[in-house]
């Protein structure tokens, strides 16, 4: 259990903009142990998802650049890993499921192609059926049914808690140590929301994955989650023991989260 | 997806309507009525022959009931004689637009050809070097008057290098020419009017491309492609591709028009025998029905055009196909 | 306003068209011979240290001939933009404001006009009214606007939702005010870029209707003229061929580069 398993140091990200340089993520450093579920509070704008981008390398197709810090996972520096070496673990060892799901799958692509290519791209050798048997074990996983209709569908054909249920799919295919949680429920009606927080915690605890997730919403927070940092303008401001955080925050702003 | 052909159909009904109104008044409204023209054609004609001519056309009636007449017969390709040879008009314009045809689908393919891995690779590499180029090249292309292009060309290739015909569609000899030789003479003669008329609508062509792609990176789905181990190859012709090429198929069929409107120039410039051409000709020779005919059918084609783009994006975009 | 002259090719595109204005305005000072006078002596002669551009068919010198073309161009250039960016943002805003049968009705017509071959129309105007300067510029005015209606009217509609609007409507502030003090401002930037696109627009369609015999009249002299001369002299005078075109080339490159610029300036987001 104290095995860390990843390890932010002194992380700096920024944005350009046509105005102005935005500094999003200030001097960050915290560290994810093993097993463990990470949650990471703050409002929208704190930079908290600009945080979960960065540790997939999604900063540069954001427009934005990391400015200094490392990020390592297993005591290797992804920030100073070749491409070729972070595509491979990408979707493999680290993972990572969106908000709002509507837009993060590919809207002319038939889902289950897209659901088969998290499998492929790791697998290019695998045969038809081991394919179907794979993508199927992970349809079941996260409990959709039904799977014929949904494979040869296009997103907009699907509900949103589907949708979602799809990407997480997507996120497990390969048995991951490390699952990023953004935001999971942004956008899914209030009954659907606690289905899949419940399935995320539940293939957490199934599958032994390290959980990181990111929310604004303090009872999810305090629900679900062993370690929690609090972010606010691209700061942590205060991070350990969950319910040690919520029973005597030291910090202001911590302060007003919780008693809002 | 059959309510939205119906739709679309229903929708261009008014439009047809809209096009044989404006063909109708501007000629209404020109100074210089037809029957005037056709006595330029032949001075002999007395005043009571000309009174004659203005009952047959129905020119004395009221401007509401001469367009019904004219619209009935719009309708079924009738546009009267030719003054100059008297010859139908449908007839004379139906022959040439074959060529005109052929210039233009060429023209659409080499642009496709050059403008999609033009435009899709300026993206990928945005403000490289080659991108650089390509944005000075393509506003070159955008601001050079056609015909100069065309003259710049014909001295060239046809003058100094001697390498290609300057004018026309075929040679004198080309009914002795074996197959071969035939095909070859066609397509030489075609190779400087395609290069031409494609010049312009490229550098629009890969703009939007280029525009188009950016936007497509920026989207989430490809975060979500990314984070699933993909090389950036894999992202961009499994998931971007499509979603950046899918506009092209209305941005085409809104060229159509741009592509006839050049057509008259090039075709001009090159003594190419098609329907832009022709239109020119009859123009200086106020030919009023092969003119009306012209207008009213390269409307109706780029409205064909824009009707067939459409429903092909209703067959390449899921998101209307299962609606 | 400072940001356009650092942009570096925007400048190089200003000046350019500062230099044609110049020699358009100053034409008789800059021109060393009179356009329209013939030296039937000096015919076709190539370029050389009394006509350094050539001369035409009927011995008159070429570089005269385009300097007094500048005006011709500059005139029909921005005239033409005028009206096509009045028509343009009048109808488009009309549509995009008022909405409902005023908006179907000029979305219906703008479809329609869509529909024809720009350049076939205005040859036809153009031949059935007399070809003159001023018949060419009003009949590009006329027929170009559609594009820029159809973009006005998307901003409008948009900022028409935008809070502001609204709290103004709640205001009762009327709605002439409304118009030109919270829409206007707002959709200018769009319609500046337009226009100077849409000035090299018409300098191309000027020349290509004098190219065809349709534009200017002679003894007037205009670029696209020069042209339609150097077509028949093709194999013996490349002067009269490539000198205008290059001109025209540079000068409507110019607009188009302004205007790009201008994009980049007034609205970051595009790219």
Known sequence: MSEKILEIKNLSIEYKTSSATVEAVKNVSFDVKKGETFVIVGRSGSGKSTLACALMDLTEIDGGKIKSGNIFYRGKDLLKMPFEEKRVLKGAKISMIFQDPQSYLNPVVKVGKQISESFTVHNPQASKDEIKKRVSEALKKVKLDDTERIFNSYPHQLSGGQKQRILISMAIMNNPEILIADEPTTGLDASIQKQILDLISELKNTLGLTLIMITHNMRIARKYSDTMAVMHNGEIVESGNTEGIFRNPKDEYTKLLINN | MFQYLIKRLLYSIPIIIGITVITFAVMYFTPGKPVDTMMDFNPNITSEAKDRLVKLYGLDKPVHEQYWNWFKRVIVLDFGNSFKDGRPASEKIIERIPATILLNILSIILMLIVAVPVGIYSAVRKYSLFDRILTVIVFICFSAPVFWVALMLMIVFGLWLGWLPISGLTSFDFNELSFFAKTWDLASHLILPVIVSTLGSFAVLSRYIRSGMLDVLKQDYIKTAYSKGLSERQVIFNHALKNALLPLITIIGLSIPGLIGGSFIIETVFSYPGMGRLGFDAIMARDYPVIMGIGVISAFLTLLGNIVADILYAVADPRIRYR | ?271
């Open chain 3, 1 to 271: 306003m400072k940001k356009i002259f650092k942009n570096k090719t925007a400048f190089i595109g200003i000046v350019f068209i500062a230099i044609v204005v110049f020699i358009a305005l100053f034409a008789p000072f800059i021109a060393p011979y009179d356009p329209a006078s013939q030296d039937l002596s000096q015919r076709l002669a190539a370029p050389s240290k009394a006509h350094i551009l050539g001369t035409d068919d009927l011995g008159r010198d070429v570089f005269s001939r385009m300097v007094y073309g500048a005006r011709v161009s500059m005139a029909v250039g921005f005239f033409a933009a005028f009206l096509t960016v009045l028509i343009g943002t009048i109808l488009g805003m009309v549509s995009g404001y008022f909405g409902g049968i005023s908006d179907s009705v000029i979305m219906r017509f703008t479809d329609i006009m869509l529909c024809f071959p720009t350049f076939f129309l205005i040859l036809l105007v153009i031949a059935f009214f007399e070809p003159n300067i001023y018949n060419v510029m009003i009949v590009i005015g006329l027929t170009s606007w559609t594009g820029l209606a159809r973009i006005v009217r998307a901003e409008v509609l948009s900022i028409r939702e935008r809070e502001f609007v609204l709290a103004s409507k709640m205001l009762a502030v009327g709605k002439l005010r409304l118009f030109f003090v919270h829409i206007l401002p707002n959709v200018i930037s769009p319609i500046i870029v337009y226009a100077a696109i849409a000035v090299g627009g018409a300098i191309l369609t000027e020349s290509g209707l004098s190219f065809l015999g349709l534009g200017v009249q002679p003894p007037m002299s205009s670029w696209g003229q020069i042209l339609m001369q150097g077509k028949d002299y093709i194999y013996v005078a490349w002067w009269l061929s490539v000198f205008p075109g290059i001109l025209i080339l540079f000068t409507v490159l110019s607009f188009n580069l302004i205007g790009e610029a201008l994009r980049d300036i007034l609205d970051p987001k595009e790219i």
